[in-house]
């Protein structure tokens, strides 16, 4: 009697591994990344949702935000500390500004992009089902989506086989859904819209970076991102560096190094077109500082912030980690009375919070003091290094919640649902020595990568994304321990860790797209690499007689 056939692997095995390594056609990244992109998209919203919400307790931050759009959160009573359980639901009330502090025109207000998001949650949640006027699960599911976009779009403008972006694309989706992330994705947070920002601008810089030549709709893309993600928290301006870097890294190589009278022209028309784009990426660069200092200058880190910050600076930070407060204090040109309130923070009973003198020195003492007095005392960065090394082995902080409030989550409880990184990063946690050595790696993967000149051209692109996140993680601890100390540095460490989880994948691309090629054989066949109309580096030149590797 005949029964089924068994199908046989031994023969799918090859055919698959040569689909897995073959270099995927335009349609197939299209459809491939569609597919990628949803997938991450449902995986995210089924770690949040599945068996239970989880998400990240408010400490009043999200307050401020939500009160100020006349939204209260629905609690079982009103002596509920919040910070213990989220609570996702939220009706519509009228505060006052002894309740909320955030009237219009009142400099404790948030001035945040986050605003944008919270205003579309709102108008989506009825049409999502959610209750109350505004639910926390609905901004949830906006955010997923994006993330899946972000990863999709990702995913068709990488270089490299379907294997090495699959490959890719896991480790940075692993990212956005590693706890000390997915958390903020159901919460009165603007964290998410930061992380959502900075998911998008990954496939930006790549459709920017592989482009033929510098144009302005391009530009205006990598500018509008990196504005919206800088402008959804302050803390967020340590990207900027990184981002700046990035408009920069971009040349327009020449086409012919023949020396006729034809070549000569297209060689003066390629310089006049690299001076034009140049000119362009510094016209952009400009009006994206200018846009974020604006941002910080009169909306985004008003009075009341800034004062708070430099106390937390000076009086937690700084002083501290010197051995004569008074003469400190006398530096910045403060009371040098003020040393007894060394080492306490402003909550802290015995600071300075309630001495007059604080006054004065709240006027005479700014940020830019502090700065100067770290550049007056270099030595003072070897314990703030110590203190952000701490922080970041801290992981995240333990005095907020991630479930929702019922008898089966006590309060304070910490989900654990997808810790990829948190294990992987064990021995960092433990020595932080080792996040040190992570970035080096990868900055010395990216600029490798760059360099060598076996490498196929269309994989150099990946060298700078190595690089750009390596300077996003340089610039965000350094804007965290210079401007707010340790000050709840773990918790704004978050903003530090995400760069620093995405140099995993980008070092595993740089060693996976930098192997060497047989002769004869290209790492890239694919119909954009070979007629050179834009999907390749900018590198990668169909006419190009000079080797691509000739400079950054």
């Not at 402008?231 to 990207?239: E, L, N, P, S």
Request: one cysteine or more; proline letters at 6%.
């Amino acid at each position: 009697m005949n029964g089924p056939v068994a199908p046989d692997w031994r023969q799918w095995s090859p055919r698959l591994k040569r689909i897995a390594v073959a270099q995927p056609s335009r349609r197939t990244r299209r459809v491939v990344g569609v597919l990628i992109g949803a997938f991450w998209a449902a995986f995210l919203m089924a770690r949040l949702f599945f068996r239970g919400t989880v998400g990240l307790a408010d400490e009043t931050d999200g307050h401020r935000y939500l009160c100020q759009r006349g939204l209260q959160a629905v609690l079982p009573s009103d002596n509920v500390r919040l910070y213990w359980h989220i609570y996702t639901t939220y009706n519509t009330h009228t505060w006052y500004g002894e309740t909320c502090g955030t009237y219009r025109g009142d400099e404790t207000k948030y001035a945040s992009s986050h605003e944008a998001v919270l205003w579309l949650g709102q108008q989506l949640n009825g049409l999502f089902g959610m209750p109350g006027a505004f639910d926390l699960r609905t901004l949830a599911i906006v955010y997923a989506l994006v993330i899946g976009v972000a990863i999709g779009l990702t995913f068709a403008l990488l270089p490299g086989n379907l294997l090495v972006r699959l490959v890719i694309t896991v480790g940075i989706g692993l990212v956005y859904t590693e706890s000390v992330v997915a958390v903020y994705f159901v919460s009165p947070y603007a964290e998410p819209t930061v992380w959502c920002g900075f998911a998008l601008l990954l496939p930006a810089l790549l459709w920017f970076w592989k482009a033929p030549e510098i144009s302005w709709p391009r530009l205006a893309l990598v500018v509008g991102i990196s504005f919206f993600t800088i402008a959804a928290k302050t803390q967020a301006v340590g990207y900027l560096p990184a981002i700046l870097f990035a408009l920069l890294w971009k040349r327009s190589p020449l086409s012919d190094s023949r020396h006729t009278a034809q070549a000569l022209r297209r060689r003066a028309t390629g310089l006049m077109a690299a001076a034009r784009g140049r000119g362009r990426s510094i016209v952009a660069g400009a009006l994206l500082v200018t846009a974020v200092g604006g941002y910080v200058g009169t909306g985004g880190n008003l009075t009341v912030y800034s004062q708070l910050n430099v106390y937390e600076m000076v009086f937690t930070t700084l002083l501290p980690a010197g051995h004569d407060p008074a003469a400190d204090l006398r530096w910045m040109g403060a009371d040098p009375a003020l040393a007894y309130a060394s080492g306490t923070s402003v909550v802290s009973g015995d600071g300075a919070s309630y001495d007059p003198r604080l006054l004065t020195f709240s006027r005479d003492v700014s940020q830019v003091t502090v700065l100067r007095f770290v550049a007056a005392h270099p030595l003072r960065l070897v314990p703030l290094t110590q203190y952000g090394l701490r922080a970041l082995g801290h992981w995240r902080p333990a005095y907020l919640g991630n479930y929702t409030d019922t008898p089966a989550h006590p309060g304070l409880q910490q989900e654990c649902r997808d810790c990829f990184y948190y294990y992987l990063f064990t021995p960092a946690r433990k020595a932080p020595f080792w996040f040190g050595v992570l970035l080096l790696l990868t900055l010395l993967g990216g600029l490798w990568i760059r360099n060598v000149g076996f490498i196929p051209a269309p994989n150099r692109v990946m060298g700078k994304v190595a690089v750009f996140f390596v300077l996003a993680t340089f610039g965000e601890f350094w804007t965290v321990q210079l401007t707010q100390g340790v000050g709840d540095e773990v918790k704004h460490h978050v903003f530090t860790l995400l760069p620093m989880m995405l140099c995993v994948p980008s070092f595993i691309g740089c060693l996976l797209l930098g192997r060497r090629v047989p002769d004869g054989a290209s790492d890239d066949t694919s119909d954009s690499a070979a007629t050179g109309t834009g999907d390749g580096d900018e590198d990668n030149l169909a006419t190009a007689p000079i080797p691509a590797a000739a400079g950054l």
